[in-house]
Nanobody, 114 residues
């Protein structure tokens, strides 16, 4: 399984970005996909996750601002990020959890300027 994340960049506070994560390889239908992020000097934290059935969970710091979604037919995960804040600056990693294994994408940098 391979995951390719894209969509990061530099944006001003209050702006929006949309991250994408394309999965390829032997992907079983029953799985969970999501995003973690890691800022310099901080631990990796959960941003959001979504099951193949559409159930979602969000980190407290992004609730109401970020929306996770997925296209099961295309094996692609999305993260719509609105009202971005400087504290959202981090490397964002997508992941896929399936049959007891976890696969990670390479990370995409999101930088929010004040």
């Amino acid at each position: 399984v391979q995951l390719q994340a894209s969509g990061g960049g530099l944006v001003q506070a209050g702006g929006s970005l949309r991250l994408s994560c394309a999965a390829s390889g032997s992907i079983f239908r029953i799985n969970v996909m999501g995003w973690y992020r890691q800022a310099p000097g901080k631990q990796r934290e959960l941003v959001a996750a979504i099951t193949d059935g559409g159930s979602t969970v969000y980190g407290d710091s992004v609730k109401g601002r970020f929306t996770i979604s997925r296209d099961n037919a295309a094996n692609t995960l999305y993260l719509q990020m609105n009202s971005l804040k400087p504290e959202d600056t981090a490397v964002y990693y997508c992941y896929l959890g399936v049959r007891g294994s976890t696969y990670w994408g390479q990370g995409t940098q999101v930088t929010v300027s004040s």
